[in-house]
């Protein structure tokens, strides 16, 4: 098994800044990949990032592209997401994700993240 804990968010204004990290325990020589996903009130849950763990390469949602990133570090275990540039459209709760090499799949607790406009 794999356990992700979430840290960070919070309430921000629009054009600023919050990072997001998921520290994650347990299986971690299994990592495949690793990211994030998001789920704004009434709505589903969408993808926003995705991660390698091995060569770090990396996939965004085009609503996101070019004002966050993901990264990763290996020795912590530990994967980011620096959101930039925030929109009130940005709204909502925030989960990782972690995919093994078997296929198994595990979620963060999530963490809520607000934008004012």
């Known amino acids: 098994q794999a356990q992700l804990v979430q840290s960070g968010g919070g309430l921000v204004q629009a054009g600023g800044s919050l990072r997001l990290s998921c520290a994650a325990s347990?299986?971690?020589?299994?990592?495949?990949?690793m990211g994030w996903f998001r789920q704004a009130p009434g709505k589903e849950r969408e993808f926003v990032a995705t991660?390698?763990?091995?060569?770090?390469?990396?996939t965004y949602a085009d609503s996101v592209k070019g004002r966050f990133t993901i990264s990763r570090d290996n020795a912590k275990n530990t994967l980011y997401l620096q959101m930039n540039t925030l929109k009130p459209e940005d709204t909502a709760d925030y989960y990782c994700?972690?995919?093994?090499?078997?296929?198994?799949?595990?979620w963060g607790q999530g963490t809520q993240v607000t934008v004012s406009s």
């Open positions: 994700n972690a995919r093994l090499l078997n296929g198994v799949t595990y």
């Open positions: 347990g299986r971690t020589f299994s990592l495949y990949t």
């Open positions: 991660i390698s763990w091995s060569t770090g390469s990396t």
